[in-house]
């Protein structure tokens, strides 16, 4: 169980345009997913916090107006980087928090696989 | 918030040896302590997570301890193996909050 997709796996883009990355909970509900980049050789750096149904909380410095996030539902969050540049080219992953449950605490996270992103 | 220091940033080690890998944290609130493996390009996988009301959890070769008094918890990894290199983050949170990660340590296993 606990299984979070991510899709795409990869992406490549002309500089300019937008792109949208989705998460999904596969097997369970999320109240919350959260949103990470991370450089090479770096630690993963949070983004931002997405509930259900109510407005994401970006973290210090990034931008909500270009990272646009949307939850829509307990298994779903989208993430779209507007007119991308060669700049946010990075590795992006989601991660859920599940609800309580028998098998884990409400903290525990489970990663998806990450969106490798490249802008030319 | 929360703080959290991860050392050493890199570990050789020789197969069949024991790894240990250190991290302090700051909030003296924070009560889950998860450990992640990332193997390049994929996704950071939950190994062994401890909650602040216990003081040690093993599973396997892999151990985890926590001394709240000092503010740091470590991760064991013993009889290693070379499949685990990879890079290992611990991470710290507050009950209901986002979760603070090291820096990582590369892990690296010498056969």
């Known amino acids: 169980g606990a299984v979070v997709s991510q899709h795409p796996s990869r992406v490549i883009c002309k500089s300019g345009t937008s792109v949208k990355i989705e998460c999904r909970s596969l097997?369970?509900?999320?109240?919350?997913m959260f949103w990470y980049r991370q450089f090479p050789k770096q630690s993963l750096m949070l983004m931002a916090t997405?509930?259900?149904?109510?407005?994401?909380?970006?973290e210090q410095g990034v931008e909500k107006d270009k990272f646009l996030i949307n939850h829509a539902s307990l298994t779903l969050s989208t993430l779209t980087v507007t007119s991308a540049h060669p700049e946010d080219s990075s590795f992006y992953i989601c991660?859920?928090?599940?609800?309580?449950?028998?098998?884990?605490?409400?903290?525990?996270?489970?990663f998806g696989p990450g969106t490798r992103l490249t802008v030319l | 918030g929360e703080n959290v220091e991860q050392h050493p940033s890199t570990l050789s080690v020789q197969e069949g040896d024991s790894a240990v890998i250190k991290c302090t944290y700051s909030?003296?609130?924070?009560?889950?302590f998860p450990w992640y493996k990332q193997e390049l390009g994929k996704r950071p996988q939950l190994i062994i997570d401890?909650?602040?009301?216990?003081g040690e959890k093993k599973d396997q070769r892999i151990a985890v301890t926590l001394n709240k008094t000092a503010k740091h918890f470590s991760l064991h990894i013993t009889e290693t193996q070379p499949e685990d290199s990879a890079v290992y983050f611990c991470a710290a949170t507050p009950p209901n909050e986002k979760l603070t990660f090291g820096t990582g340590t590369r892990l690296t296993i010498i056969p």
């Open positions: 997405s509930n259900e149904g109510s407005k994401a909380t970006y």
């Open positions: 097997d369970f509900q999320a109240t919350t």
């Open positions: 401890i909650r602040s009301n216990v």
């Open positions: 991660s859920a928090r599940a609800l309580p449950s028998r098998l884990a605490g409400t903290d525990t996270q489970y």
């Open positions: 909030d003296s609130a924070s009560n889950y």
